[in-house]
């Protein structure tokens, strides 16, 4: 144990002893240095109550492993590998901006100190990378050069220092946790999107560059996608529920998404400088903004990758850890020209919808690049997990080669009918696409994604709102999830009534904007019918009309009996027969294929179709188009 001791007092006083090595002093008497890190460029600390605590390296010796050992004033500052009896310097500053697309020389001076076997290394990596590469500087005249390849100075700038050694003496300039920095200053050819816009789909796109005065949509889009033409591009943000479209779109800052569509593979960019951290959270960098209330378009500010699972966010200066639910709907919705989708990775230039549940919130993107994770298809995204007392149906609505899937309709224990957390927020209706969500019972604001109801032994009724639109298919799927003594009927604003299978799939007349889906017990269902069934018999005008091949023809019956549908050409003549035999009360739709009798394919022309139901007895007239 004496000897332990002795060893530690013998390198304390080597450490007092050593000379000062011609580098920066550290005169704070309360500066610290943590296990591992480097004191720039060598120099003497003068601070009395200077402490080292714990695997520090200690010179030449090797490591300390006491976790209570301390050094105190007259530390030597390179204290990473060898003290140097040398000094270097580097005239650079802290920050330099530089212009992009230029090969730029640097230089570290040797001002004492010499050696044949003098040599430099220097560190570097681009913005975001989390390890640093290396490349051998040459020697010339009492310096030490190296010159960065204007390939390197890009988008994403640079951090970098040195290594300066001589023999077995070595000191740094700089250091991984404090670096010097380049930051580009690019032309708009030199930051430009670097891949092509997805032909004539639409994407939520953003702008990773840096600007010094303000730069309105203009400014950035015009030169790039051409002349207004809204056949070719189409370009505007979103704020309120509103799209406000180009010219008068919000300006463009790092971090705001914008709607954009484009023929011909159109790439954008804009002059300006590359990005860098404007906040910190303990020894982490970030890109700090501040968000609205409600849904937000926003896009990832940064020129690389970023995960959504690292993404930071705080209300009133304090940053919790995760994505809280009081804060925000744990999903970044992400689309792919079709549909949403849930976002894992952000990557550059593009953009999501969140949901911010309270005012005066601010994100964090991390000053670190991630990998590429392909979003989560929404179709296939649970908020709980299935079980014999927990169970949902899926509706999706389909219309313009565009889908509005991952809505879902269930009961879980634990849940309840107000908004909670198997509650999510349907995101905002995307540019010519359909849209289908849940309203809750308590009036709570939404609409919602998902509608997940307390348990239930007879059943439940979900209100769903369908915007209006044409050609819209209406989809149900997962009627397997629910009890067998359960079933399922979709009654719509029309006062329509479908009893659910399987797999449903509806086509919605234009007028449709609203419905109800009602899931329980036969006596449930009974107990609703007041409100489902028509007060009276009808026969509706087909759809649609004109039609090629198929059409879809629509009737109620107020009360069960022998129901015949007939179809007739111009002439009188039968066609064919859709229907001949007892159906129950309710409304009711039959497709005709366009085929007569004999499976042929009818001819262009005027028909008729004709219903009897008990004393009840109409004919109507549609026309088929080839």
């Given at each position: 144990?004496?000897?332990?001791?002795?060893?530690?007092?013998?390198?304390?006083?080597?450490?007092?002893?050593?000379?000062?090595?011609?580098?920066?002093?550290?005169?704070?008497?309360?500066?610290?240095?943590?296990?591992?890190?480097?004191?720039?460029?060598?120099?003497?600390?003068?601070?009395?109550?200077?402490?080292?605590?714990?695997?520090?390296?200690?010179?030449?010796?090797?490591?300390?492993?006491?976790?209570?050992?301390?050094?105190?004033?007259g530390?030597?500052?390179a204290?990473?590998?060898?003290?140097?009896?040398?000094?270097?310097?580097?005239?650079?500053?802290?920050?330099?901006?530089?212009?992009?697309?230029?090969?730029?020389?640097?230089?570290?001076?040797?001002?004492?100190?010499?050696?044949?076997?003098?040599?430099?290394?220097?560190?570097?990596?681009?913005?975001?990378?989390?390890?640093?590469?290396?490349?051998?500087?040459?020697?010339?005249?009492g310096?030490?050069?190296?010159?960065?390849?204007?390939?390197?100075?890009?988008?994403?700038?640079?951090?970098?220092?040195?290594?300066?050694?001589?023999g077995?003496?070595?000191?740094?300039?700089?250091?991984?946790?404090?670096p010097?920095?380049?930051?580009?200053?690019?032309?708009?050819?030199?930051?430009?999107?670097?891949?092509?816009?997805?032909?004539a789909?639409?994407?939520?796109?953003?702008?990773?560059?840096?600007?010094?005065?303000?730069?309105?949509?203009?400014?950035?889009?015009?030169?790039?996608?051409?002349?207004?033409?809204?056949?070719?591009?189409?370009?505007?943000?979103?704020?309120?529920?509103?799209?406000?479209?180009?010219?008068?779109?919000?300006?463009?800052?790092?971090?705001?998404?914008?709607?954009l569509?484009?023929?011909?593979?159109?790439?954008?960019?804009?002059?300006?400088?590359?990005?860098?951290?404007?906040?910190?959270?303990?020894?982490?960098?970030?890109?700090?903004?501040?968000?609205?209330?409600?849904?937000?378009?926003?896009?990832?500010?940064?020129?690389?990758?970023?995960?959504?699972?690292?993404?930071?966010?705080?209300?009133?200066?304090?940053?919790a850890?995760?994505?809280?639910?009081?804060?925000?709907?744990?999903?970044?919705?992400?689309?792919?020209?079709?549909?949403?989708?849930?976002?894992?990775?952000?990557p550059?230039?593009?953009?999501v919808?969140i949901?911010?549940?309270?005012?005066?919130?601010?994100?964090?993107?991390?000053?670190?690049?991630?990998g590429?994770?392909?979003?989560?298809?929404?179709?296939?995204?649970?908020?709980?997990?299935?079980?014999?007392?927990s169970?949902?149906v899926?509706?999706?609505?389909?219309?313009?080669?565009?889908?509005?899937d991952?809505?879902?309709?269930?009961?879980?224990?634990?849940?309840?009918?107000?908004?909670?957390?198997?509650?999510?927020?349907?995101?905002?209706?995307?540019?010519?696409?359909?849209?289908?969500?849940?309203?809750?019972?308590?009036?709570?604001?939404?609409?919602?994604?998902?509608?997940?109801?307390?348990?239930?032994?007879?059943?439940?009724?979900?209100n769903i709102?369908?915007?209006?639109?044409?050609?819209?298919?209406?989809?149900?799927?997962?009627?397997?999830?629910?009890?067998?003594?359960?079933?399922?009927?979709?009654?719509?604003?029309?006062?329509?009534?479908?009893?659910?299978?399987?797999?449903?799939s509806?086509?919605?007349?234009?007028?449709?904007?609203?419905?109800?889906?009602?899931?329980?017990?036969?006596?449930?269902?009974?107990?609703?019918?007041?409100?489902?069934?028509?007060?009276?018999?009808?026969?509706?005008?087909?759809?649609?009309?004109?039609?090629?091949?198929?059409?879809?023809?629509?009737?109620?019956?107020?009360?069960?009996?022998?129901?015949?549908?007939e179809?007739?050409?111009?002439?009188?003549?039968?066609?064919?027969?859709?229907?001949?035999?007892?159906l129950?009360?309710?409304?009711?739709?039959?497709?005709?294929?366009?085929?007569?009798?004999?499976?042929?394919?009818?001819?262009t022309?005027?028909?008729?179709?004709?219903?009897?139901?008990?004393?009840?007895?109409?004919?109507?007239?549609?026309?088929?188009?080839?």
């Open positions: 144990m004496q000897l332990k001791y002795l060893i530690i007092l013998l390198l304390a006083a080597a450490f007092w002893l050593l000379p000062s090595t011609g580098g920066a002093q550290i005169s704070s008497a309360s500066y610290g240095i943590r296990a591992g890190e480097v004191v720039n460029g060598g120099g003497q600390s003068s601070s009395t109550s200077y402490y080292l605590g714990g695997s520090v390296p200690i010179l030449p010796a090797g490591i300390s492993t006491s976790t209570g050992y301390a050094i105190k004033g530390v030597t500052g204290i990473y590998g060898t003290t140097a009896a040398f000094n270097a310097t580097y005239s650079g500053d802290a920050t330099i901006t530089l212009p992009a697309g230029n090969d730029y020389a640097m230089q570290v001076l040797i001002t004492s100190g010499s050696g044949a076997d003098t040599s430099g290394t220097f560190y570097y990596r681009l913005g975001g990378q989390s390890s640093y590469g290396t490349a051998a500087m040459t020697k010339g005249a310096q030490l050069n190296y010159t960065v390849p204007a390939a390197q100075l890009g988008l994403r700038g640079m951090e970098y220092y040195f290594k300066i050694k001589i077995a003496d070595s000191l740094y300039i700089g250091s991984s946790a404090n010097y920095v380049f930051i580009s200053n690019l032309t708009d050819d030199q930051a430009q999107r670097p891949a092509a816009m997805p032909e789909s639409y994407r939520i796109i953003g702008v990773p560059i840096g600007f010094s005065v303000r730069q309105t949509v203009v400014n950035v889009f015009l030169d790039d996608l051409g002349a207004v033409d809204k056949k070719q591009w189409r370009l505007g943000s979103y704020t309120n529920d509103t799209i406000t479209e180009y010219p008068d779109a919000a300006d463009v800052t790092p971090g705001r998404g914008y709607w569509i484009a023929r011909g593979g159109r790439r954008y960019g804009a002059a300006g400088f590359s990005m860098r951290p404007n906040a910190s959270i303990g020894p982490d960098s970030y890109y700090r903004i501040s968000l609205d209330t409600g849904w937000v378009q926003i896009a990832n500010p940064l020129p690389f990758n970023v995960a959504w699972a690292d993404i930071r966010f705080d209300t009133a200066g304090v940053v850890p995760g994505h809280p639910a009081a804060v925000l709907n744990d999903v970044a919705y992400s689309y792919n020209g079709s549909s949403y989708a849930s976002a894992t990775t952000i550059s230039w593009e953009g919808f949901h911010i549940n309270r005012p005066g919130v601010r994100i964090y993107f991390p000053y670190s690049e991630s590429t994770i392909a979003p989560r298809l929404l179709a296939e995204q649970m908020p709980f997990k299935e079980s014999p007392s169970w949902s899926q509706l999706s609505v389909e219309a313009n080669g565009r889908i509005d991952g809505n879902f309709a269930g009961i879980a224990p634990g849940a309840s009918s107000a908004v909670d957390e198997y509650d999510y927020y349907e995101p905002p209706q995307a540019p010519e696409a359909p849209s289908l969500a849940f309203l809750l019972p308590e009036g709570d604001k939404g609409p919602f994604r998902t509608d997940i109801r307390p348990v239930t032994s007879d059943g439940d009724i979900w709102r369908i915007l209006p639109g044409s050609g819209r298919v209406l989809k149900i799927s997962g009627l397997k999830n629910i009890p067998p003594d359960m079933a399922g009927l979709l009654h719509l604003s029309d006062g329509s009534v479908y009893k659910l299978t399987q797999d449903n509806i086509n919605l007349p234009d007028n449709i904007t609203s419905g109800r889906l009602l899931i329980g017990t036969e006596k449930f269902l009974n107990n609703q019918g007041q409100s489902i069934l028509p007060l009276s018999y009808a026969l509706y005008q087909n759809y649609p009309n004109p039609f090629n091949p198929v059409t879809n023809i629509k009737f109620a019956l107020p009360q069960s009996g022998t129901v015949r549908l179809i007739f050409n111009i002439l009188g003549q039968k066609v064919r027969t859709l229907v001949n035999g007892e129950p009360a309710g409304f009711h739709t039959v497709a005709w294929d366009g085929k007569d009798a004999g499976g042929n394919e009818a001819a022309g005027i028909y008729f179709y004709r219903l009897n139901a008990g004393d009840f007895r109409e004919i109507k007239k549609m026309l088929m188009l080839k």
